[in-house]
């Protein structure tokens, strides 16, 4: 017994000179520092008031800020409002329903529910590209038909 209990003495003492390769930090690192705890708070009797204390609990909480999704909100109004100063009145068919997305999408930044207003912001983004697109479209025609006119006038009046 004796020859056995001298065996796994020096095994302990080997292990806590030698400490195995998980226990092994890189030089310059040593163990994680433990969370510093508290001892519980003892209960407190009065003959009116009963105190009890928590148990001292650690926590750790980790709290990701997610991005603010992008709206469109700024786009959709500044659309909106040069359609309506250059008379486009064709394309607010597709920027009304722009406008009213981005104002859902900002309600829905406002409130923290980032994946609806990513959501509602592309088609926002959607409309405010097909009213765009159509808008130069338009453009393009009366600046055609403008110029064929100017030309026929000019054309005409030469003989």
């Known amino acids: 017994i004796m020859a056995l209990y001298q065996q796994l003495k020096n095994e302990e003492e080997t292990v806590s000179i030698n400490p ?44 990701r800020e997610m991005p603010r999704a992008n709206d469109n909100l700024i786009s959709s109004v ?45 088609i926002a983004c959607t409309c405010n590209i097909v009213a765009t697109v159509s808008t130069l479209i338009v453009v393009l025609l009366v600046g055609i038909v403008i110029t064929t006119i100017i030309i026929v006038g000019v054309e005409s009046s030469k003989q």
């Not at 519980?40 to 928590?54: F, K, R």
């Not at 040069?82 to 981005?102: E, K, Q």
Request: with cysteine.
């Open 78 to 122: 500044l659309l909106f409002i040069m359609c309506i100063l250059l008379g486009n009145w064709t394309v607010l068919i597709c920027l009304f329903p722009a406008l009213i997305f981005s104002i859902i999408a900002s309600t829905y930044n406002d409130a923290g529910e980032y994946n609806l207003a990513k959501r509602f912001g592309t």
């Open 20 to 63: 195995p390769a998980y226990q092994q930090f890189p030089p310059g690192h040593g163990p994680p520092v433990p969370l510093q705890t508290f001892p519980p708070l003892q209960q407190q009797q009065s003959s009116n008031v009963v105190v009890v204390g928590q148990p001292n609990q650690v926590r750790q909480v980790q709290v």
